[in-house]
């Protein structure tokens, strides 16, 4: 029982902040709004409303968060116990990473694998368009010589441009169903309608995306090394205070207590 006030106290805490933002937002759009629209009351009341975020906490994105708070409210104890554990709830909330669902880690992978791609792919398809390959026939040839998940993109590519396809129409089409491939996609689709050779952009947009490959992966360095630090910022200092600082002051002040 104890371990399940912090939730109901999280889930009536953001149907608190929730009612009051819709408040204020009819209120803002009142002239938009009918005001017997604005006034229509939620189908299920604040309890029903509060049980059913706190489930969803516990089993949504940030279920960290609420077991934080519980365990905060079980330590604690007391009547102090549900307010710690709202607050520390509260702020695992803020603070703490979502947890995806498999589902998003697994597009997450592959839009980084075809990012890692990318620039490969640009390569042989500038190879295979400057030696006055077709378009269908191109995007075949790097489809075999590319793994997963660029293959299926590129083979659904080229099978549209070999039933005749327009392949602007194609690339543009590519660029918006999959957000990672979007520049090879649009620089295909742009020497297309300009009739300007394509290798020497693919060659430039393959040397670009490599480019920023290199900075992405400093930057990513350059982060470990300060995360790194925090370690010793968190344990060593303050340790250091503790048994270095501390007992020098408290002595002196015992010694001048004496003395006075």
């Known amino acids: 029982m104890v371990?399940?006030?912090?939730v109901a106290a999280v889930g009536l805490a953001g149907e608190v902040l929730a009612t009051a933002r819709s408040r204020a937002v009819r209120r803002r759009a009142g002239h938009c709004v009918p005001a017997a629209v604005a006034a229509v009351p939620a189908p299920d009341g604040w309890a029903g409303a509060a049980v059913r975020r706190?489930?969803?906490w516990?089993?949504?994105?940030?279920?960290?968060?609420?077991l934080l708070g519980a365990a905060a409210a079980v330590l604690v104890g007391g009547w102090a116990g549900p307010a710690v554990g709202l607050a520390v709830g509260w702020a695992g909330w803020r603070l703490l990473p979502r947890v995806r669902s498999p589902g998003e880690r697994r597009r997450a992978t592959e839009r980084d694998w075809l990012v890692r791609q990318l620039p490969l792919?640009?390569?042989?398809?500038?190879a295979c368009l400057g030696s006055s390959g077709s378009p269908a026939g191109a995007a075949f040839a790097v489809a075999e010589s590319v793994p997963s998940p660029m293959r299926e993109r590129l083979t659904g590519v080229a099978a549209q441009l070999s039933l005749g396809a327009s392949?602007?129409?194609c690339w543009e089409q590519l660029a918006a169903d999959c957000p990672p491939m979007a520049p090879l996609a649009r620089c295909l689709a742009r020497t297309t309608l300009s009739g300007t050779p394509p290798a020497t952009?693919?060659?430039g947009l393959a040397q670009s995306q490599r480019a920023a490959a290199a900075r992405a992966a400093h930057a990513r360095v350059r982060r470990a090394g300060v995360l790194a630090t925090a370690p010793l910022g968190l344990c060593f200092l303050p340790a250091f205070v503790l048994i270095g600082v501390v007992p020098v002051v408290m002595g002196l002040t015992g010694a001048f207590s004496q003395r006075l």
């Open 58 to 66: 516990v089993a949504g994105d940030r279920p960290q968060a609420v």
């Open 201 to 203: 952009a693919l060659v």
């Open 167 to 169: 392949p602007e129409r």
């Open 54 to 56: 706190a489930i969803g």
């Open 3 to 6: 371990i399940l006030l912090p």
């Open 121 to 126: 792919t640009a390569d042989l398809l500038a």
